[in-house]
């Protein structure tokens, strides 16, 4: 592993609804929260990669970068957003890396934030279905839950899984959210509450959905030399990839597989020069619990179609083989959309500086982290280590 | 100047109000285009950021850059959409190029495109208003010609700048523009067509204003060496640099100036180790007649608050001193937003190609693209060279 790029400090807010906070509260807070943790000046700062996903639909403001360096006082430095649907963080993370890697920044702000509950419910639903194609889906009135219910369909009629594996996914990420005081949720389920919730999209039940949230995270990135100047712990970036995949489900030759997902670990296990079998636990996307289920397989952890048997094995939890989620994932920290890529970079170095309380995984030596957007077109994943 | 990254190829649609296109035709269009100019197949370039204001607006679509890639037939390679409000186009330009620089990728794509034509113009307008400060501005009902119709009264009260002048920028964009075949606007006008307009926002007249405009334009970027093995006549990006000024207009100590331009062409001229006397030409952010003003000085073509007078003087014609936006600018070219700054490299490098046609500025030598976000609140500024 080359030591090249290193996160040197973290923030995150409360994620949840968050009425009493606006866009700009949430950017500002997670920001103070990182340089603090890193023990920078704002000075010390040279740009920005900030992840947001529809800023323009939810709250009426593109231009966020811009707005963000304003309103933390880090003028000149440059500054861009980010978007690849909900996989703006994980992208914005990647911009970040190659910003410092090019020589042409030494310490860099990878962001992320969404304010998804300032607008109507329906608005909602209707701003994330525009991550579909447009064309070929959102217009035809497909919606996120539809898309990944025929994924569920699918995978339960190739590979037999069943509807309590997917809800075991779910208790699993609420027990893990419990431990969590960022989380969105921190109240266990059991699986007759996932089983018995309200159908979504048949077979998903409100229960195996990730909620809509609001929430910022940000990582600061740093070059070898800086990390070593202002660092005692650096966690390095070990390995990265980013894929596409087509953006609609009828073009792909196995709805069950996500090969933006495939694609984008094998190029971040490469990188870092690491197998599956050595990556300690896992921030996977699990925007539903399907999402979870698939994660996993196509990110090698088990054969594709043995996720179910897996998860139901205990092997994705707290105590098992590969936690999964120890944060609570989407599914219980909840799902700022633009910023849960860098939301799970903030569990990986809290679970790689042995900081994750009652949630720590011990021993953690390498941490994965995987975004989605849409329901495949984008992913990106990350490895990190001491 | 350092000989690092190249673009080796260039691809631009018609700009204008494109019924028959449709948002995936055009950037199909443009990339077919760069890749037959560049002499590559689709299978050598490594990845795509892309340029877009408001998809998620405009046309319903956000996660633009992999629909991208998916049309195109670039799977399983990354994509990422840059957002700086009009400034996209230029930023992702910044990115591409940080890409090849970081050593992660050797050839990429760097794209803009914007449908705007597809919806209500009051929509439009409300639209393009999200790239200004929502709570301070947008929301007050400022728009954007109001927002440079402040600058132009100022810039008038300050240093004597009058209508004519004003108007004289857009006569000589629209003669530029008629010599462009890809032009939205490829008509002459005079100074009493400018005069006589319509009144927008006092003293901004409807031919003081950009149009509305669909269209797309690729650039693609590569390594020295790749650009060696594929490219018998390189344009270097000798320099660039991006900035972020605030995005609203009344925390700016003078509205007159542009702090982020200025910050950002200090930097790419600081790169390409030259000043602002040995620019040969070059295309800036006019939105605005008045924007055009501002930005000549800004860049520093002449002193601040002499560019009235520098444009009556003919030192911005093509048969001036330092000819400015040869392609016709934003004015009679078109502003599809996300794509404008990408479409101003591809006239550098048809200058620096000297395949200008009648617009050919003769023996351009570096050759600068200035793209601004909202009022200011985003520059970036790239030079050019053989």
Redesign the interface.
């Known amino acids: 592993m080359k030591k090249e790029v290193a996160v040197i400090g973290i923030g995150i807010t409360q994620f949840g609804e968050l009425w009493d906070e606006s866009f ?1 509260t949430l950017f500002v807070k997670s920001g103070a929260e990182a340089i603090q943790d890193a023990g920078i000046k704002s000075d010390d700062i040279d ?1 920005l990669f900030g992840g947001n ?5 939810f ?9 963000a ?2 309103h933390t006082a ?12 909900c996989a703006s963080g994980g ?1 914005a993370v ?2 970040a ?3 410092v ?4 920044h030494d310490v860099v702000v990878a962001g992320g934030v969404e304010k998804m509950t300032d607008v109507l419910t329906s608005h909602t639903t209707s ?1 994330l279905s ?6 070929w889906e ?2 035809q009135g497909v919606t996120f839950p539809a898309l990944y219910a025929m994924i569920a369909r699918r995978h339960m009629y190739e590979h037999g899984t069943t509807e309590e594996q997917l809800a075991q996914i779910a208790v699993k990420n609420h027990d893990n959210g419990e431990k969590n005081p960022k989380a969105h949720f921190r109240k266990k389920i059991t699986i007759d509450h996932v089983l018995n919730s309200a159908k979504i999209a048949d077979p998903i039940k409100l229960l195996d959905c990730s909620p809509v949230s609001d929430g910022a995270a940000v990582v600061i990135l740093a070059s070898a030399e800086k990390a070593k100047e202002f660092c005692d712990n650096p966690i390095w970036l070990a390995g990265t ?8 489900l009828h ?1 792909r030759k196995d709805i069950c597989r996500l ?2 997902t495939v ?2 670990s094998r190029k971040a296990y490469e990188m870092a020069g690491i197998t599956p079998k050595q990556v300690s636990c896992a921030e996977v996307h699990d925007c539903f619990t399907i999402a979870e289920l698939c994660a996993i397989e196509d990110l090698g952890f088990c054969e594709k179609g043995q996720g179910g048997r897996f998860v139901q094995d205990g092997e994705t939890a707290l105590s098992g083989s590969i936690p999964i989620n120890t944060s609570g994932g989407l599914k219980a920290k909840g799902h700022p959309v633009g910023a849960t890529g860098v939301a799970q970079v903030v569990e990986a170095v809290l679970q790689l500086r042995s900081k994750a309380g009652p949630r720590q995984v011990s021993g953690a030596e390498y941490v994965l982290t995987h975004n989605v ?2 329901s495949g ?2 992913a990106s994943v990350h490895i990190f280590s001491q």
């Open positions: 700009r740009a996903m529809s800023g323009g639909q709250i009426g403001q593109e231009h966020l970068a811009s707005l360096m304003d880090l003028l000149p430095k440059p500054a861009m957003r980010i978007e690849a649907a992208m990647a911009s890396y190659m910003a890697k090019s020589g042409m701003a525009t991550a579909a194609d447009q064309e959102a217009f990839g980013q894929a596409t995949g087509s953006i609609a073009n090969g933006a694609e984008a957007g849409g077109g984008t």
